[in-house]
């Protein structure tokens, strides 16, 4: 199952972090509406667990504040 980029902004608004003011546009013919990565290769070779949405989010912030 992929994250939109709503359910990212609401997650970083869910924990406090500040977003600027976002505004959405009309979609073109062009734009891709849907894309699911698959990091299955980079997991294993880092040894890397999968965290959620909001633990990777508050990781992250934690971080970079």
Avoid at 26 to 32: A, E, G, H, L, M
Avoid at 50 to 55: G, P
């Amino acid at each position: 199952k992929g994250i939109t980029i709503n359910e990212v902004l609401e997650t970083f608004s869910k924990n406090n972090i500040k977003l600027p003011e976002i505004e959405y546009i009309d979609q073109k013919k062009s734009d891709v509406t849907r894309m699911i990565l698959d990091c299955t290769k980079i997991q294993e070779m880092f040894n890397h667990k999968n965290v959620s949405l909001e633990d990777g989010i508050k990781k992250f912030w934690e971080k970079v504040k």
